[in-house]
């Protein structure tokens, strides 16, 4: 299994501004706790996982090479929380 990462600075962004933390967001992938992995629209290079985070659904781009996942942040999305709600 390919080893998680992320700048130290986002975190405690992402934990500040929104109250994501991505040490839990990568237990939970590690976990297979993840809805699904989907492409990202505007940036062909990156995909994101998407799952349920404090129960709301929470979107965590990444990009990867050979060894690592690089998460590059972590929101909260009403319009993925609705194409979910739409395709259940």
Same mark, same amino acid.
């Given at each position: ?9 986002? $975190?405690?962004? %992402?934990?500040?501004? $929104? =109250?994501? @933390? ?9 976990? =297979?706790?993840?809805? =699904?992995? $989907? ?12 799952? %349920?985070?404090? =129960? ?6 990444? @990009?990867? @090479?050979? #060894? ?9 999305? $009403? #319009?993925? #929380? #609705? ?6």
């Amino acid at each position: 299994m390919k080893e998680f990462t992320y700048k130290q600075e986002k $975190r405690e962004k %992402v934990l500040k501004e $929104r =109250w994501i @933390d991505l040490e839990i967001i990568i237990h939970m992938i590690k976990e =297979w706790s993840y809805i =699904w992995i $989907r492409q990202v629209p505007s940036r062909p290079y990156q995909r994101m996982f998407i799952l %349920v985070y404090e =129960w709301y659904v929470c979107c965590v781009p990444f @990009d990867e @090479d050979d #060894k690592y996942v690089y998460l590059r942040t972590a929101y909260y999305s $009403r #319009k993925m #929380k #609705k194409l979910l709600d739409n395709n259940i």
